[in-house]
C-alpha cells in the first residue's frame, strides 16, 4: 500500500510558476511509475506529466511541454512538478498517482492516489 500526500498548490497570477510536490510512504517507492494529474470543475481527470521508475523517462501533453518538469528523488520518496507559465484555463486540483506498469494514460489504471492540491491561476 503505497500512500501519497501532494502539497505546493495554491493561489497564482497568470505567468506565475509553482512546484508540486507528492511524498510517498509505504511500498518500494523506486519500484512505480509516477504521474501528475488534474481534474478542473466539470472535467474529465486528465493525465500532465509522467516519469518512469528511474527518472529517465518523461511524458507530458503538448500543451504544457516546455513549461512543467517533472522529476523525482528516490531517496526522499518524493515526486515534484514544475510549473512555469501557468495559464487560467491550468486552474484545476492536481493529483499524483502511482502505478508500475510504463506508460500508463488513464486514470483509471494507476493504483494510488493522493488528496489532491488544488492550483489556481488568476487572469
Known amino acids: 500500500q503505497v500512500h501519497l500526500v501532494e502539497s505546493g498548490g495554491g493561489l497564482v497570477q497568470a505567468g506565475g510558476s509553482l512546484r508540486l510536490s507528492c511524498a510517498a510512504s509505504?511500498?518500494?517507492?523506486?519500484?512505480?511509475?509516477m504521474g501528475w494529474f488534474r481534474q478542473a470543475p466539470g472535467k474529465e481527470r486528465e493525465i500532465v506529466a509522467a516519469?518512469?521508475?528511474?527518472?529517465?523517462?518523461?511524458y507530458y501533453i503538448d500543451s504544457v511541454k516546455g513549461r512543467f518538469t517533472i522529476s523525482r528523488d528516490n531517496a526522499r520518496r518524493t515526486v515534484y512538478l514544475q510549473m512555469n507559465s501557468l495559464r487560467p484555463e491550468e486552474t484545476a486540483v492536481y493529483y499524483c498517482?502511482?502505478?508500475?506498469?510504463?506508460?500508463?494514460?488513464?486514470?483509471?489504471?494507476?493504483?494510488?492516489w493522493g488528496q489532491g492540491t488544488q492550483v489556481t491561476v488568476s487572469s
Open positions: 509505504g511500498g518500494t517507492f523506486r519500484f512505480y511509475v
Open positions: 516519469i518512469n521508475q528511474s527518472g529517465g523517462s518523461t
Open positions: 498517482a502511482a502505478d508500475r506498469l510504463w506508460l500508463q494514460l488513464s486514470p483509471n489504471a494507476y493504483d494510488y
